[in-house]
């Protein structure tokens, strides 16, 4: 399983763009970049995932470059209420798979008024 | 739909006591995961029911943690006896019926003195 390496916080201000950054740099071919968000006292929320270039959902956009070694998870104007832990997961645990997940420290995010 | 839920939320027990741990998973979703964070570490998987079959058990730690998921629905995590280093916050998690995301539950936070 790729290792992945991610600042241990952040501080950002009400409606700003927020971009956390992963390390991975032994990323298998057949890995997938996933994001988790979790909030003090619950568990993680599944929040995005890819495998190259640019995903974008309601929540959030993953920009992954070419050479997948790593990725950068952005939030758009971000509230208070984004206060959070980000995790960066690597793995082969692509959708259709039911493989387990691996944690790593995950970014503190604090959103500030 | 109801989420995962996890019951007790809170459990503070005595070394030496024993412990079970509750979790219904979403209806339906034939994998259920357990996880746990201990103080400080990282969330480490423990182990992987596939409908009431152990698919992965690896991240147990000892013989002291039994699980069960008879019936395939709900599954318990007994912990006998508790020891000091197994306090923590236990997470379970579900997979939908198309693997494409794991949902978690709020997690129990065990606390053995």
């Known amino acids: 399983l790729a290792k992945t390496t991610q600042p241990i916080s952040m501080d950002s201000y009400e409606g700003q763009e927020v971009n956390i950054t992963c390390s991975h740099n032994n990323i298998a071919t057949n890995d997938y970049i996933t994001w988790y968000q979790q909030f003090p006292s619950q568990g993680p929320r599944f929040i995005i995932q890819?495998?190259?270039t640019k995903v974008t959902n309601e929540v959030a956009s993953l920009f992954i470059p070419a050479d997948r070694k790593s990725s950068t998870l952005s939030l758009p104007r971000v509230s208070l209420s984004d206060t959070a832990v980000y995790y960066c997961?690597?793995?082969?645990?692509?959708?259709?798979?039911?493989?387990?997940?691996?944690f790593g420290s995950g970014t503190q995010l604090t959103v500030l008024p | 739909e109801a989420g995962v839920t996890q019951f007790p939320s809170h459990s503070v027990i005595e070394k030496g006591q024993t412990v079970t741990l509750r979790c219904d998973p979403i209806s339906g979703h034939d994998n259920l995961y357990w996880y746990r964070r201990v103080m400080g570490k990282e969330i480490k998987f423990l182990l992987h029911?596939?409908?009431?079959?152990?698919?992965?058990e690896s991240g147990m730690p000892n013989n002291r943690f039994l699980a069960e998921r008879t019936g395939g629905t709900y599954s318990t995590l007994k912990v006998q006896p508790a020891e000091l280093e197994d306090s923590g916050v236990y997470f379970c998690?579900?997979?939908?019926?198309?693997?494409?995301?794991?949902?978690f539950g709020q997690g129990t936070r065990l606390t053995v003195v």
């Open positions: 029911f596939v409908k009431e079959s152990k698919q992965d």
């Open positions: 890819g495998y190259k």
């Open positions: 997961l690597v793995g082969d645990d692509a959708r259709g798979s039911a493989r387990q997940l691996t």
């Open positions: 998690a579900s997979l939908d019926r198309m693997n494409t995301e794991a949902f």
